[in-house]
């Protein structure tokens, strides 16, 4: 598995409260990608990054923040949970923009 | 953007059959067709992919094949064994573009 971690790997919170999510490489790739995964959606691309401060919007990107201070640091974060937020997170990361996409080992988060 | 539908969504097989998963695609620009693998609990991991300037790719007993004109792709596995059992989700990505669309999910069970 390419050097990609996730933390927290689980959690457990409840609505309205402020939750952010670390992926961390250290790949040195220059992309990086936050997804949710839920059941018959396959994965939704949340926001990306293509370097230090310089990131976009994907296809669910509302409710969702974004920062990334370092190459190999990409943070999610939920301003205030919602139920509709519960899901599997997954984070990936790709040399260039047309090469392979690595995912990380993923995040359950609840929100209760 | 992007549209990709999967078919079917659950697939069954005995040990030793081959099994075909389907997809569709709406957007003529995408030109990236990554095929991913997802064992229960476990990350999503590339096991091929192909891009529009060819038809087919093989590796080993897995296939892809795409029809452009036709707007669908498909993969193709032979002599299945019952590790091959897990979902398997199709993706589509424009050229130069971070938003991949991923399919809903084929869950794949092969039976000894």
């Known amino acids: 598995d390419a050097g990609i971690t996730q933390s927290p790997r689980h959690k457990v919170t409840e609505t309205g409260t402020p939750v952010t999510l670390r992926c961390h490489q250290t790949e040195n790739h220059r992309y990086m990608y936050w997804y949710r995964q839920d059941p018959g959606h396959g994965l939704r691309l949340i926001h990306y990054s293509y370097g230090v401060k310089d990131t976009d919007k994907g296809e669910v990107s509302d409710g969702y923040s974004v920062s990334r201070s370092k190459t190999e640091d990409f943070l999610l974060t939920l301003e205030s949970a919602t139920s509709s937020q519960t899901s599997v997170y997954f984070c990936?990361?790709?040399?260039?923009?047309?090469?392979?996409?690595?995912f990380g080992p993923g995040t359950r988060l609840t929100v209760l | 953007g992007e549209n990709v539908e999967q078919h079917p969504s659950t697939l069954s097989v005995q040990e030793g059959d081959s099994a075909v998963i389907k997809c569709t695609y709406s957007d003529s620009a995408s030109n990236y067709f990554p095929w991913y693998k997802q064992e229960l609990g476990k990350r999503p991991q590339l096991i091929i992919d192909?891009?529009?300037?060819?038809g087919e790719k093989k590796d080993q007993r897995i296939a892809v094949t795409l029809n452009k004109t036709a707007k669908h792709f498909s993969l193709h596995i032979t002599e299945t064994q019952p590790e091959d059992s897990a979902v398997y989700f199709c993706?589509?990505?424009?050229?130069?573009?971070?938003?991949?669309?991923f399919g809903a999910g084929t869950r794949l069970t092969v039976k000894p």
């Open positions: 990936a990361i790709s040399e260039g923009v047309d090469n392979e996409q690595f």
């Open positions: 192909i891009r529009s300037n060819v």
């Open positions: 993706a589509a990505r424009p050229y130069n573009n971070n938003d991949m669309r």
